[in-house]
């Protein structure tokens, strides 16, 4: 192609490039602010203590309720920042770190993820529906295989009493990830 | 965390930009200049057959390949220069949002003692199988 073709392919991808990013600042940068509001007042907590009983019939203990919530909304690493954690102390099986990671891989940064389509014209709650229902069955088959594989005889990866559910650990997992958000 | 929430949203949102921004600009002047190339158009014909299975052009062969390989927002930026429909574009979003940044977060889970391959087989074949399901339950 020619000079002049060139710099007008550049100009028009420069500018169509410009328009996608300036309309997902439109979105994301609310979006964020409503997050960390939502974080601010402990929504996320309140969510992850909600959780605690659900996630028993995924063959979790209480202990994954927290890592499992942190990772679904806020990001991977940031989740998996907690896991490691967890896994390390002992509070968490081999089998919960599979459980979790069936879940959490295929679904998690959930709110980001899904807006960062909607200037594309995707329905977000379309897409977050069919991601989440898809891991969550995808997860719930695994648990019941694993379960009925190993028998019930698993112990609860014990522990002496889970962490204090308020405060995410921090650590340089946690950091970066809340920087990059995966 | 002594910032308010409001500062501390701004930070981030602008920050999530900026990434994107840095991952979208060089994603749309490849998706321009390989248009004008054979090679995007030897891709689709390759990617074709397969992504037809899921209902998809052989064009969205692109984004699907970098937002797997490189990043979500890489992903985004060759997605957005394409004319698809809703129902593709939602179908390229499932797919994606499953199954993308691959290398970075295998890496990560792997740090959990989970195996790759365990990882890997998780997020494509959800990808595929919610594709598939999605293009044989959205008749328009």
């Given at each position: 192609?020619?000079?002049?073709?060139?710099?007008?392919?550049?100009w028009?991808?420069?500018?169509?490039?410009?328009?996608?990013?300036?309309?997902m600042?439109?979105?994301v940068?609310?979006?964020m602010?409503?997050?960390?509001?939502?974080?601010?007042?402990?929504?996320?907590?309140?969510?992850?203590?909600?959780l605690a009983?659900?996630?028993?019939?995924?063959?979790?203990?209480?202990h994954?309720?927290?890592?499992?919530?942190?990772?679904?909304?806020l990001?991977?690493?940031?989740?998996?920042?907690?896991?490691?954690d967890s896994a390390r102390?002992g509070?968490?099986?081999?089998?919960?770190?599979y459980?979790?990671?069936?879940?959490?891989?295929?679904?998690?940064?959930?709110?980001?993820?899904?807006?960062?389509?909607?200037?594309?014209?995707?329905?977000?709650?379309?897409?977050?529906?069919v991601?989440?229902?898809?891991?969550?069955?995808?997860t719930?088959?695994?648990a019941r295989l694993?379960?009925?594989a190993?028998g019930?005889g698993?112990?609860?990866?014990?522990?002496?009493?889970?962490r204090?559910?308020g405060?995410?650990?921090?650590?340089?997992a946690?950091?970066?990830?809340?920087?990059?958000?995966? | 965390m002594?910032?308010?929430?409001?500062?501390?949203?701004?930070?981030k949102g602008?920050?999530?930009?900026w990434?994107?921004?840095?991952?979208?600009v060089?994603?749309y002047?490849?998706?321009?200049?390989?248009?004008k190339?054979?090679?995007?158009?030897?891709?689709?014909?390759?990617?074709?057959?397969?992504?037809?299975?899921?209902?998809?052009?052989?064009?969205?062969?692109l984004?699907?390949v970098?937002?797997?390989?490189?990043?979500?927002?890489?992903?985004i930026?060759?997605l957005a220069?394409?004319?698809?429909?809703?129902?593709?574009a939602?179908?390229?979003?499932?797919?994606?949002?499953?199954?993308h940044?691959?290398?970075?977060?295998?890496?990560v889970?792997?740090?959990?003692?989970?195996s790759?391959?365990?990882?890997l087989?998780?997020?494509?074949?959800?990808?595929?199988?919610?594709?598939?399901?999605?293009?044989?339950?959205?008749r328009?």
């Amino acid at each position: 192609m020619g000079w002049a073709e060139a710099a007008t392919a550049i100009w028009q991808a420069g500018k169509e490039a410009g328009v996608t990013v300036l309309t997902m600042a439109a979105i994301v940068i609310p979006l964020m602010v409503a997050v960390e509001f939502l974080r601010e007042w402990r929504v996320f907590d309140r969510l992850s203590a909600r959780l605690a009983p659900g996630v028993s019939r995924l063959g979790l203990s209480g202990h994954a309720a927290f890592p499992l919530a942190a990772g679904a909304v806020l990001g991977l690493s940031y989740g998996s920042g907690l896991i490691i954690d967890s896994a390390r102390e002992g509070r968490l099986t081999r089998r919960e770190a599979y459980v979790l990671t069936a879940l959490l891989a295929p679904c998690h940064a959930i709110f980001e993820d899904t807006l960062l389509f909607v200037p594309l014209g995707v329905n977000p709650f379309l897409l977050l529906a069919v991601r989440a229902g898809g891991a969550l069955a995808l997860t719930l088959v695994l648990a019941r295989l694993w379960q009925s594989a190993a028998g019930p005889g698993i112990p609860p990866a014990g522990g002496p009493g889970g962490r204090a559910s308020g405060e995410p650990a921090s650590g340089p997992a946690s950091r970066s990830a809340r920087r990059t958000s995966l | 965390m002594t910032t308010s929430p409001l500062a501390r949203g701004l930070q981030k949102g602008i920050e999530t930009t900026w990434i994107l921004a840095k991952a979208i600009v060089p994603a749309y002047l490849a998706v321009y200049f390989l248009a004008k190339t054979p090679v995007l158009e030897a891709i689709s014909r390759m990617a074709e057959p397969l992504l037809g299975l899921v209902g998809l052009p052989g064009e969205a062969a692109l984004p699907l390949v970098l937002g797997m390989v490189v990043s979500l927002y890489t992903g985004i930026g060759a997605l957005a220069p394409l004319d698809l429909g809703a129902k593709e574009a939602t179908i390229i979003a499932v797919i994606l949002s499953v199954a993308h940044n691959l290398p970075v977060e295998t890496a990560v889970t792997r740090q959990m003692g989970v195996s790759v391959w365990f990882a890997l087989a998780v997020r494509l074949g959800l990808a595929a199988a919610l594709a598939f399901i999605m293009h044989l339950v959205w008749r328009v």
